[in-house]
């Protein structure tokens, strides 16, 4: 890799609870598409897409590795061994660690390639609206990081929020004009305290985004977290890779849980920043979402099937059923397949306490999607009941399930678009549209779309247990077991 291209290094962990129902565990907000067409996560790879960059790292849970993987390649990005000098690498925590682990392992990464990579770490579900200016504001960063600086990006505070830290600037840096030295880091103010940022004019918003050479990094991090770099290069020397994937040994549980912030930024005389002006935004509620969203001439962001009558200022969604809001203001409606929430726009903060009495109450809602994802496509349930359910199954062009059979159920499939290829034990079945099989208890079998178009089925299964654990696969081409 050429030493002065930039590795973008996109950090996918978060699950994005105050954004629930939409987002939750089984699928965070940053693989949703919440500003424009593309998700969160494409539109942050984009950002580090042409010739001054080199692949992209994705850093992510192993739950989420095939959801990564595919909206990548919907993005036109190269996954793994695809692109001419490799594609985007997706990097799998065996455990879920705040940001100096997962940043340690990137720049031990990119360190093996190129100990002087420069690495611009992002978060993979903010929103920016200017590029052009995030890219200016990368080109100073990355001038102090070439002379061994840790540069974090201040956002220019709009407003006294008092949900960000903040950073004090202090003097400008001689090697590299329009970059600060740090004199402070500051926690959460309050309302007060964060009205007298605005009004001084000195502190800047913590955007969660740096740039810094690998070698840099991994200097400081030895000196000032030397058991965190011992178990996550232990972690980066176990890693296996499988298909497109590396997936960090188990010593990576090891390693604190810390951010990057607290671990190195608040410690070394390296830090610096450069303030930015770019549109910027957390989207870390649906008050921010709100405030990030075009709106129309009453003030309202909506999207998907939505009617609004006498409504000022509000933000309805709707991922699928007609949504309606009649005299209301400053109010937040989201309405998915299985759940809705309404709430005020300031109290947009108390939606993590809802989803922890959720989980509490042990509702399924609180972490899962009625639809699931599959790396071969996804399937949904539609109906519940004793002994019986019934899914709609969507497998994409050239996928298959995997070799399975089933101890406590029997299952039917009838293909409503699409061809499938069917095997069931020793048979091999072609199905088209409105033709259907039977696959009895105990039988092994398996369903593949050979076709160019999407394949979608309603599957009923019938059975004395019907959890997806009661699978026992004899083969399969993801990996799995």
């Given at each position: ?9 996109v950090l ?17 907000k940053?693989f949703?598409?919440?500003i ?8 942050t790879?984009?950002r ?17 590795r095939?959801m990564v ?42 360190a093996e390639e190129?100990?002087?990579s ?9 929103v920016v ?16 990081a070439r002379?061994?600086?840790i ?5 220019r505070p709009q407003?006294?929020e008092?949900g ?5 600037a202090g003097?400008p840096?001689?090697?590299?004009p ?7 880091f ?5 309302l ?6 605005l009004e001084?004019g ?10 810094a050479?690998?070698?840099?990094l991994?200097?400081?991090?030895e000196r ?7 178990s996550?290069?232990a972690?980066v020397?176990?890693a296996?890779?499988?298909l497109?994937?590396v ?7 090891e ?10 930024m ?9 303030p930015?002006?770019i ?5 870390g509620?649906w008050?921010?979402?709100w405030q990030?969203s075009?709106?129309d001439?009453?003030g309202?962001a909506?999207h998907g099937?939505v009617?609004l009558?006498d ?6 969604r ?6 309606t809001v ?12 299985d ?5 005020p ?6 939606v993590?306490?809802?989803?922890d ?6 509702r399924?809602?609180?972490g899962?999607h ?5 790396p071969w ?7 519940q009941?004793?002994?019986?359910q019934?899914?709609?199954i ?11 059979k089933?101890?406590h159920r029997?299952?039917?499939w ?5 061809t499938?290829?069917v ?15 039977y696959?009895?208890?105990g ?15 309603i599957?009923?299964?019938s059975g ?12 399969d ?5």
């Open positions: 890799m050429p030493q002065d291209r930039v590795v973008p290094v996918s962990g978060g699950v994005g609870t105050r954004l629930w129902p939409l987002s939750r565990e089984g699928f965070p940053q949703w598409p919440l424009s067409e593309a998700s969160m996560l494409q539109e790879v984009a580090g897409t042409g010739p001054a960059f080199g692949p992209p790292m994705v850093i992510c849970a192993e739950a989420h095939f993987a595919e909206q990548l390649r919907d993005a036109g990005v190269a996954v793994g061994a695809e692109g001419a000098g490799g594609g985007a690498r997706i990097v799998l925590e065996p455990v879920a660690r705040n940001s100096a682990p997962a940043i340690a392992a990137a720049a031990v990464l990119a190129n100990p002087h420069l690495l611009w770490v992002m978060p993979s579900d903010h609206k200017d590029l052009p200016a995030l890219h200016a504001a990368l080109d100073l960063a990355c001038q102090a002379s061994g600086r540069v974090t990006f201040g956002m407003s006294p008092t960000f830290g903040y950073i004090e003097a840096l001689a090697e590299a329009g970059v600060s030295a740090i004199a402070s500051v926690e959460k103010p309050d007060a305290r964060a009205q007298s940022f001084g000195k502190h800047l918003w913590n955007a969660g985004m740096f740039v050479a690998a070698s840099t991994l200097a400081e991090l000032l977290q030397p058991e965190l770099v011992a996550v290069r972690a020397e176990g296996t890779r499988d497109d994937f997936r960090l040994g188990a010593a990576f549980a390693s604190p849980n810390i951010s990057i912030d607290y671990a190195v608040e410690k070394t005389a390296h830090a610096a920043v450069v930015a002006d549109g910027w935004s957390d989207v509620s008050d921010a979402l990030a075009p709106k001439a009453g309202n909506t099937p009617e009558l409504a000022r200022d509000c933000y309805v709707s991922e699928g059923i007609l949504t009649v005299g209301l203001s400053d109010v937040v409606v989201v309405a998915t397949e759940a809705v929430l309404a709430l726009r300031d109290r947009a903060q108390d993590k306490k809802l989803v009495q959720l989980k509490a109450k042990k399924p809602e609180a899962a009625r639809r699931m994802y599959r496509g996804h399937y949904e349930g539609l109906i009941g004793e002994r019986f019934v899914k709609k969507l497998v994409r062009p050239g996928q298959k399930l995997s070799l399975q089933h101890f029997a299952e039917h009838v293909v409503v678009n699409g499938a290829i095997e069931r034990d020793a048979e091999r079945i072609l199905l088209r549209e409105n033709e259907s099989v696959l009895p208890l039988c092994v079998h398996r369903m593949e779309n050979p076709g160019m178009i999407p394949l979608t089925l599957e009923v299964q004395s247990y019907l959890g997806e654990d009661d699978i026992v696969r004899f083969e081409t993801y990996g799995r077991v």
